[in-house]
């Protein structure tokens, strides 16, 4: 993984955000919404690969890379509720409409797996491996706390 890809990933999902964001509130047009769509499940891609790179970090005990890799899942999670306004459920999108009846849950769980990512961020600074692996898996497991009310099942 490149820099450029580390660096400018992330911000381009956040600029997405930022540029989509004032439209919302002033009628929401479908073509704006989808693409807000494409760029939720781009993202959801990127934190995935992130999370391998964590993975295969600690393994090598590289953890300044280990520390990026957190940092961006940290970042692109932050995002997930900017990137998930009502009516961007379209196609074979996995989104339940729960979201949007429980929208503030969903952004705090979106903050909390944010703030956990910084965790296993600075414990890869401090290159406490034992720390790295606890909130690495504190981490996982708040992949699923969004994914289990909020995701539904893929389909076959
Ligand atoms: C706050 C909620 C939330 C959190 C936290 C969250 N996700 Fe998701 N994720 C979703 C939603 C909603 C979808 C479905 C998006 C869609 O299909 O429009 C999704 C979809 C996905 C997908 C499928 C993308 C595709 O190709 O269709 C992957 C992979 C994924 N998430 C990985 C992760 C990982 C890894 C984490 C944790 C580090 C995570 N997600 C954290 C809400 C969340």
């Given at each position: 993984m490149g820099t450029w890809?580390?660096?400018?990933?992330?911000?381009?999902?956040?600029?997405?955000?930022?540029?989509?964001?004032?439209?919302?509130?002033?009628?929401?047009?479908?073509?704006?919404?989808?693409?807000?769509?494409?760029?939720?499940?781009?993202t959801m891609k990127s934190i995935s690969r992130a999370m391998r790179r964590v993975k295969v970090y600690t393994k090598k005990a590289n953890y300044e890379r280990v520390a990026a890799a957190a940092e961006e899942i940290a970042l692109l999670s932050a995002a997930i509720p900017y990137l998930s306004p009502k009516g961007s459920a379209f196609g074979k999108?996995?989104?339940?409409?729960?979201?949007?009846?429980?929208?503030?849950?969903?952004?705090?769980?979106a903050r909390d797996s944010a703030q956990i990512a910084r965790d296993v961020a600075k414990a890869a600074q401090a290159?406490?491996?034992?720390?790295?692996?606890?909130?690495?898996?504190?981490?996982?497991?708040?992949?699923?706390?969004?994914?289990?009310p909020y995701r539904k099942k893929k389909r076959k």
């Open positions: 890809k580390r660096v400018c990933a992330p911000a381009f999902v956040v600029l997405a955000a930022v540029v989509f964001l004032p439209s919302f509130s002033a009628g929401q047009d479908e073509q704006t919404l989808r693409g807000v769509q494409r760029v939720r499940v781009r999108t996995r989104i339940k409409a729960e979201v949007w009846s429980r929208f503030d849950d969903y952004s705090k769980i290159k406490d491996k034992s720390a790295v692996l606890k909130t690495f898996s504190a981490l996982s497991d708040s992949c699923t706390q969004c994914h289990k």
